[in-house]
């Protein structure tokens, strides 16, 4: 089964995308920060990242630039109330809009 990284210090919209996720057949790895992301994907070789850009450690534009600076060839979608970032593949708004999630990730060849 094909797994997701879910990345997001609000509790509450973690447990809506691995919700939303799991109804779609995927598993999900939860992070409340970016800081373990790095070691998360080198140990468990998730399909795809999803990060809010906005966080009080280590936010997603850090994290997205790490994971691209290591040249690590995972397909990136952010999420945030208020910004976009184009570094990602796709930039959603808060709430997910879950039907675009879902053709994003079969885009991106996860599903």
Same mark, same amino acid.
């Given at each position: 089964?094909?797994?997701?990284?879910?990345?997001? %210090?609000?509790?509450? &919209?973690?447990?809506? #995308? @691995? &919700?939303?996720? *799991? +109804?779609? !057949?995927? +598993?999900s790895i939860e992070l %409340? &920060? !970016?800081?373990? #992301? @790095? &070691?998360?994907? #080198?140990?468990?070789?998730?399909s795809a990242l999803i990060v809010d850009l906005?966080?009080? +450690?280590? %936010? !997603?534009?850090e994290t997205i630039n790490q994971i691209k600076k290591n040249s690590i060839p995972i397909p990136l979608f952010a999420m945030s109330s208020n910004e976009t970032y184009l570094s990602a593949h796709k930039t959603f708004k808060k709430p997910v809009d879950f039907a675009a999630?879902? %053709?994003?990730? #079969? +885009? *991106?060849?996860v599903l």
């Amino acid at each position: 089964m094909r797994t997701v990284l879910i990345v997001d %210090d609000d509790e509450l &919209s973690r447990l809506d #995308v @691995m &919700s939303k996720l *799991a +109804e779609l !057949g995927l +598993e999900s790895i939860e992070l %409340d &920060s !970016g800081k373990l #992301v @790095m &070691s998360t994907i #080198v140990n468990n070789f998730p399909s795809a990242l999803i990060v809010d850009l906005v966080m009080d +450690e280590q %936010d !997603g534009f850090e994290t997205i630039n790490q994971i691209k600076k290591n040249s690590i060839p995972i397909p990136l979608f952010a999420m945030s109330s208020n910004e976009t970032y184009l570094s990602a593949h796709k930039t959603f708004k808060k709430p997910v809009d879950f039907a675009a999630l879902r %053709d994003s990730l #079969v +885009e *991106a060849c996860v599903l």
